[in-house]
């Protein structure tokens, strides 16, 4: 059973655009949810993360938007660059949680 | 250097032979984890142990053995009943810190069986 729906499967943005990537998840005891970034040939790198009793997180060019009421979680990547160009996965986990359950990830791709 | 190793980064078998893949970490990380990736997939999670002697059944645990005798390490064996073993595997340690937890990926063993 599938506990945290991303979108899109993949996404092209322009250089300096925006990119927007979804999340939704079921299990209202999650408390924790970290984004991670992985290119190719590489392993996924913890990227930023948000706790609900926030709504907003900001990490340079990364933000991360929390729903709680709607159990929805976005990752914004403001001035996207080519370098951004990767797969992106969210993930969530509950306090009691042993184990992350991972998005099924987004490939974003960066035009120049 | 802290971090999380696996070697070797590629590693070719015949079919119906055991591998052993290696994941060794000196973050002091209590859970460690081993997933499966496949082309343009998702993360999938085969074992993960969260202490010493102890580990527990992921979603596609079939074909694959663990064991965890050190903290620090935590082995993953691809035995010849996995039916598709050509994979890339990434093994991973998680902490808990006050109410934020910190999972990191090692690099990852890319395995191919012919």
């Known amino acids: 059973q599938q506990q945290v729906k991303q979108s899109p499967q993949s996404l092209i943005v322009q250089k300096g655009g925006i990119s927007i990537i979804n999340c939704a998840y079921e299990?209202?005891?999650?408390?924790?949810f970290p984004w991670y970034q992985q290119f190719p040939g590489k392993g996924p790198a913890l990227l930023i993360a948000?706790?609900?009793?926030?709504s907003e997180k900001k990490e340079g060019r990364f933000t991360i938007s929390f729903n709680k009421s709607a159990k929805q979680f976005s990752l914004h990547i403001m001035d996207s660059q080519p370098g951004d160009s990767a797969t992106y996965f969210c993930?969530?986990?509950?306090?009691?949680?042993?184990?992350?359950?991972f998005g099924e990830g987004t490939q974003l791709t960066v035009n120049p | 250097d802290g971090g999380i190793t696996q070697s070797p980064k590629y590693l070719f078998r015949k079919e119906g032979q055991n591998v052993t893949l290696s994941c060794e970490q000196n973050?002091?990380?209590?859970?460690m984890y081993w997933y499966r990736q496949d082309p343009g997939q998702g993360l999938r999670l085969i074992y993960y142990?969260?202490?010493?002697?102890?580990?527990q059944k992921g979603d596609i645990a079939e074909g694959y053995s663990v064991s965890r005798e050190k903290k620090e390490s935590f082995p993953l064996t691809v035995t010849s009943a996995q039916k598709n073993p050509t994979a890339f595997y990434l093994c991973?340690?998680?902490?808990?810190?006050?109410?934020?937890?910190?999972?990191?990926f090692g690099p990852g063993t890319r395995l191919t069986v012919t």
């Open positions: 993930a969530a986990i509950e306090g009691s949680g042993s184990r992350l359950t």
């Open positions: 973050l002091n990380h209590d859970a």
């Open positions: 991973a340690s998680k902490i808990q810190r006050g109410a934020s937890y910190e999972q990191y």
């Open positions: 142990s969260q202490i010493v002697n102890d580990f």
């Open positions: 948000i706790r609900p009793d926030v």
């Open positions: 299990n209202t005891a999650f408390d924790y």
